[in-house]
Nanobody, 123 residues
Framework: QVQLVESGGGLVQAGGSLRLSCAASGSTFSSYAMGWFRQAPGKEREFVAGISRSGQTTYYADSVKGRFTISRDNTKNTMLLQMNSLKPEDTAVYYC????????????????WGQGTQVTVSS
């Protein structure tokens, strides 16, 4: 079992930057592949970025490639999502997720989820 708590969401102007954090507790953080997902009002939850257990391999949705960077620090049980060049279409609730299985871009493969943090990008 692992508990996840996101933080760092807020309101930012288009073109600005924001960094989201995901703090894990309750289990061995390094045992989990991790991912960030987001869900905008009226839309399905979508994959944003993922990272392997070691942090050596990362994956990004096409919509955020070149703008977002996912990272993790297993010594601090923390995962980060650095978001640059934000666009209004990035507005959503962002969720931190963990899976004890192999990394996937499908939300169905993730067993543990944080409560979400709101990111709003104004034009």
């Amino acid at each position: 079992q692992v508990q996840l708590v996101e933080s760092g969401g807020g309101l930012v102007q288009a073109g600005g930057s924001l960094r989201l954090s995901c703090a894990a507790s309750g289990s061995t953080f390094s045992s989990y592949a991790m991912g960030w997902f987001r869900q905008a009002p009226g839309k399905e939850r979508e994959f944003v970025a993922g990272i392997s257990r070691s942090g050596q391999t990362t994956y990004y949705a096409d919509s955020v490639k070149g703008r977002f960077t996912i990272s993790r620090d297993n010594t601090k049980n923390t995962m980060l999502l650095q978001m640059n060049s934000l666009k209004p279409e990035d507005t959503a609730v962002y969720y931190c997720a963990a899976t004890a299985l192999i990394f996937s871009d499908s939300s169905a493969r993730y067993d543990y989820w944080g409560q979400g943090t709101q990111v709003t990008v104004s034009s």
